[in-house]
């Protein structure tokens, strides 16, 4: 039997015709000797009706004890109807029900953490289905990005031994009675790997023992990290925003259906092209204090402070040249004023802040080993990084994308959470 798509049948040139569709019962109603039910698949949803003449009595007895969610496949007539939700309407012939299901716990009004201890059946609502699909494109456009652009794919460790974002949010796991830590980012790794490849990028979990309970953070993301040999921060800067560019372009070409479903202002999206506005992390102090923030120079920028501030740009915008105290070791400090390194956050409008980190890193030997014993570190926990400064040092750059991070502004979603499938945070662990 050859199945179509419904996203297929909701055309003129099949109006009349018999179609086979297949998918789950997403409501029902009967009227009389008649069942309305709207059927879903992955690609959108149709009004079926089946009467019993057609169906027979104890096949539409059937339809019409089971409920919402039972799967289904049927031939039918497509027809075009005005009322129905998608335009059309399949007068069904014959059906067939190949899983029932009763009482689907999730109904309307249900609390965000009801559908969060029920993730694994609200991942078909239409919701889920339009934010899945935007993730989807996402991860495809930015694997088109780097490869057309020369990257080559590649992969760190996911078991490390050391930090990389500061220690504080390391998770540590039994490793045959050593300590192990779950990666916090491919960063050092990708740096090794630069002085085969030059241009490299990952896309890869990272984890982060945060305990921060914010509307951006959770314990396990999805990042696309890149380092590239010879690169300064101001040439990684504009890689990454033709890059963000590129991802919105995709998104908004193939995923607008989904993006109006979930209300997000695709003209806002439309405007945002290169360059982006770069301010220097001084600028942006300044900015916030214009603007009612508070702020001291020297303060980090928490989430708070970033949805304060981004709340007033119409685009994403770098900030760059932090002070050194606020940025991890690895940082190239500026030559031309020591206390700020060749850094850049990517902020992205609307309140939503940091979607972006990255910089120059130090390239000279001895700058590294004063950096990492002003902060306590010891090499010897870090040698095969030293080490790279030692054989052929070269200057270089990169960056990473938090995942979720970029697809919550881009769908313009009110949590984190629910830009993954199954989020992590301090208090979630199932489903
Ligand atoms: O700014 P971060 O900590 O930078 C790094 O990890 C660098 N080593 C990356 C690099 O240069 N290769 O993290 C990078 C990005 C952030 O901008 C943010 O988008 C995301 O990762 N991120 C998180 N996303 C979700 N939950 C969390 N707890 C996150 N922490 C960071
Ligand atoms: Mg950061």
Same mark, same amino acid.
């Given at each position: 039997?050859?199945?179509?798509?419904? $996203?297929e049948i909701l055309?003129?040139d099949?109006a009349?015709k018999v179609?086979?569709i297949r998918?789950?019962?997403?409501r /029902?109603? %009967?009227?009389?000797?008649?069942?309305f039910?709207v059927l879903r698949?992955?690609?959108d949803i149709?009004?079926?009706?089946?009467?019993?003449?057609?169906?027979g009595?104890e /096949?539409?007895?059937m339809?019409d004890?089971?409920?919402v969610e #039972?799967?289904?496949?049927?031939?039918g +007539?497509?027809q075009?109807e005005e009322?129905?939700?998608t335009?059309?309407?399949?007068?069904?012939?014959n059906?067939?029900?190949v899983? &029932? #299901?009763y009482?689907f716990?999730?109904g309307?009004? /249900? *609390?965000?953490? @009801?559908?969060l201890d029920n993730r694994h059946l609200?991942?078909?609502?239409r $919701?889920?289905?339009?934010?899945?699909?935007i993730?989807?494109?996402v @991860?495809?456009?930015?694997?088109? !990005?780097f490869?057309e652009n020369?990257?080559?794919e590649?992969?760190?460790p996911? !078991?490390?031994t =050391?930090?990389?974002e500061?220690g504080s949010?390391?998770?540590e796991?039994?490793?045959?009675?050593?300590k192990?830590?779950?990666t916090q980012?491919?960063?050092f790794?990708?740096? +090794?790997?630069i002085?085969s490849l030059?241009?490299v @990028?990952?896309?890869?979990?990272?984890?982060?023992a945060e305990? *921060?309970r914010?509307?951006r953070?959770? +314990?396990e993301y999805?990042?696309? &990290?890149? $380092?590239?040999?010879?690169?300064?921060? $101001?040439d990684m800067m504009r890689?990454?925003e033709?890059?963000?560019?590129h991802?919105?372009?995709?998104v908004?070409?193939? %995923?607008?259906k989904?993006?109006e479903?979930?209300?997000?202002?695709?003209?806002?999206l439309?405007?945002?092209? +290169?360059p982006f506005?770069r301010?220097k992390y001084e600028?942006?102090?300044?900015?916030?204090?214009e603007?009612g923030?508070e702020l001291?120079? =020297?303060?980090d920028?928490?989430?708070?402070?970033?949805? !304060?501030?981004?709340?007033?740009f119409?685009a994403p915008? !770098?900030?760059?040249?932090?002070p050194q105290?606020?940025?991890?070791?690895?940082?190239?400090?500026?030559?031309?004023?020591p206390r700020?390194v060749l850094?850049?956050?990517?902020?992205a409008?609307?309140?939503?802040g940091e979607?972006?980190?990255g910089g120059?890193?130090?390239?000279?030997l001895e700058?590294l080993?004063r950096?990492l014993e002003?902060?306590n570190?010891?090499p010897?926990?870090?040698f095969w990084y030293?080490?790279?400064?030692r054989y052929? #040092?070269?200057?270089?750059?990169?960056?990473?994308?938090g995942?979720e %991070?970029f697809?919550w502004?881009l769908a313009?979603?009110d949590?984190?959470?629910?830009a993954?499938?199954?989020p992590?945070?301090i %208090?979630r662990l199932?489903?």
């Amino acid at each position: 039997m050859n199945y179509k798509h419904i $996203e297929e049948i909701l055309t003129d040139d099949i109006a009349g015709k018999v179609v086979n569709i297949r998918g789950w019962i997403y409501r /029902k109603r %009967r009227v009389g000797k008649l069942i309305f039910f709207v059927l879903r698949d992955s690609t959108d949803i149709v009004q079926c009706v089946v009467d019993k003449k057609t169906a027979g009595a104890e /096949k539409f007895k059937m339809l019409d004890k089971v409920g919402v969610e #039972s799967s289904i496949t049927l031939t039918g +007539t497509v027809q075009k109807e005005e009322r129905a939700p998608t335009g059309y309407e399949v007068h069904v012939q014959n059906f067939e029900i190949v899983g &029932e #299901s009763y009482n689907f716990p999730i109904g309307r009004d /249900k *609390s965000d953490e @009801f559908l969060l201890d029920n993730r694994h059946l609200w991942m078909r609502s239409r $919701e889920m289905n339009a934010i899945l699909k935007i993730r989807s494109t996402v @991860f495809d456009a930015l694997h088109e !990005f780097f490869v057309e652009n020369g990257y080559y794919e590649t992969h760190g460790p996911m !078991f490390v031994t =050391g930090a990389v974002e500061g220690g504080s949010t390391l998770f540590e796991v039994p490793y045959f009675g050593r300590k192990a830590y779950l990666t916090q980012s491919s960063q050092f790794y990708l740096e +090794t790997l630069i002085f085969s490849l030059e241009k490299v @990028f990952t896309i890869a979990p990272s984890f982060r023992a945060e305990k *921060s309970r914010t509307r951006r953070h959770l +314990t396990e993301y999805w990042h696309a &990290e890149a $380092e590239v040999a010879w690169y300064h921060n $101001e040439d990684m800067m504009r890689d990454e925003e033709r890059m963000i560019v590129h991802i919105i372009q995709r998104v908004l070409k193939d %995923r607008k259906k989904e993006l109006e479903m979930l209300n997000r202002d695709v003209e806002f999206l439309k405007n945002i092209d +290169t360059p982006f506005e770069r301010m220097k992390y001084e600028k942006i102090i300044e900015f916030a204090n214009e603007h009612g923030l508070e702020l001291k120079y =020297g303060d980090d920028l928490g989430a708070d402070e970033e949805t !304060f501030i981004t709340k007033h740009f119409n685009a994403p915008v !770098f900030v760059t040249h932090y002070p050194q105290e606020i940025k991890p070791f690895y940082h190239r400090p500026d030559p031309d004023n020591p206390r700020v390194v060749l850094c850049h956050d990517l902020l992205a409008p609307e309140g939503y802040g940091e979607i972006i980190g990255g910089g120059e890193r130090i390239y000279k030997l001895e700058v590294l080993l004063r950096r990492l014993e002003e902060e306590n570190l010891n090499p010897d926990d870090y040698f095969w990084y030293v080490d790279l400064r030692r054989y052929g #040092s070269v200057p270089h750059a990169g960056f990473g994308l938090g995942v979720e %991070r970029f697809v919550w502004w881009l769908a313009g979603l009110d949590h984190i959470k629910h830009a993954i499938p199954y989020p992590r945070t301090i %208090r979630r662990l199932t489903p």
